[in-house]
């Protein structure tokens, strides 16, 4: 099993900055891909970003140019760095963690980003 436990999340004005974590916990030999989704109210969870276990990246066009998400295999962590944020940003970030031994996901509690001015 594997559990993950994210941070960083808050209120933000239009244009800031904020760095989310995901700490991971557990079996880490099963851990594949791990991603960030976000999710707001009424709408399907969508993807952010995604890192591999070799490295390798993949980011929505919504967010291209303005997220980064890097992995820390030491601590067993995955960062999303988020600049230049937008209102439209605003949602519940959750962290993603691929089983890649005998499939399924696991996911976080989720953490709340708000940009508003």
């Known amino acids: 099993q594997v559990q993950l436990a994210e941070s960083g999340g808050g209120l933000v004005q239009p244009g800031g900055s904020l760095r989310l974590s995901c700490a991971a916990s557990g079996n880490m030999y099963i851990i594949g891909d791990m991603a960030w989704y976000r999710q707001v109210p009424g709408k399907e969870r969508e993807l952010v970003a995604v890192?591999?276990?070799?490295?390798?990246?993949m980011y929505a066009d919504s967010v291209k140019g303005r997220f980064t998400i890097s992995r820390d295999y030491a601590k067993s962590t995955v960062y999303l760095q988020m600049n230049s944020l937008k209102p439209e940003d605003t949602a519940v970030y959750y962290c993603?963690?691929?089983?890649?031994?005998?499939?399924?996901?696991?996911w976080g509690q989720g953490t709340q980003v708000s940009v508003s001015s």
């Open positions: 993603n963690a691929g089983n890649r031994v005998f499939g399924g996901n696991y």
């Open positions: 890192i591999s276990r070799d490295g390798t990246i």
